[in-house]
Structures are given as structure tokens and as C-alpha cells.
């Protein structure tokens, strides 16, 4: 596969923002309602200083749309056709940056009150699923 066979047209464009928009809504579900308490438990914060504005949850559907779009590039790139080739692709990038890179923040947190292992197993598992997620339902729509 060459870069000029990457395909970003029409279709495939609105496969990206529905599966940033559905990486995004899992986020919703996941820190406002399943893991809502222990969540804001192991930052050390309460619930009132944790209160995202407008800003932040802008920043964090453009990150799950951009994150998406890695996800379809890789998706093409490697010849995926299949729901799981799309989950396979979220799964690499979940564990293979998202897990990594959570870690070195709970290996590098310094802060007491913070239960980063804990922090660390929900925010992970989020960014796996939130990314296969993704990337079933961008090769459904692609």
C-alpha cells in the first residue's frame, strides 16, 4: 500500500467523526457514570473541583475525532476490511500508546492524594476500549 492509495474522501471522512464522536460518548458514559466515583476518588479531588467547562470537553472530542483518524489511516494502510481488523487497529494503538503512555504519568506521579494505579486502570482501559470502539465503527461505515 503507497500513500497514495489512502482514501479520505466523503465516506471516509464521516466514518472519522462518527467514530470520534462514539470514542467521545463512551468517554461520557465512562467518567460520569460507571466509573464516576472511583474515578474522581483516585485523583485526590472532589467532585466540585472536577468540573470539566466547555473548553476541555471541546479539546476531548477533537483529540477522539484526531485519534480516529490515526485509527483510519492505520486501518487502510495495513489492508483492514473487517469490524475486527477495525478493532485490532483500536486494540494496537490502545495498548501500544494510550497504556504506555498512561503509564509513565503514573509512574512519574508524585502526588499523594492521587491513586495512580487506580487512575491509571480506568483511564486506561477507557482509551483501549474508547479506540477499538472507534475503529469498529469507523470499518462499519468506511
Known sequence: MTLESIDFGT???LAIVVGGLAYYMLGALWYMALFADKWV???GRS???IRP???EMLYTLVGSILVTAALAFAFQWG???TVIDGAVVGLIFGVGIAATE??????????ERVQRWTLYGINTLYAVLGMMLAGVVYALIS
Open 11 to 13: 465516506r471516509t471522512l
Open 41 to 43: 476518588a483516585a485523583t
Open 47 to 49: 467532585k466540585e473541583e
Open 53 to 55: 467547562a466547555g473548553a
Open 79 to 81: 489492508g483492514g476490511t
Open 102 to 111: 498512561g503509564m509513565k504519568v503514573a509512574v512519574y506521579n508524585v502526588d
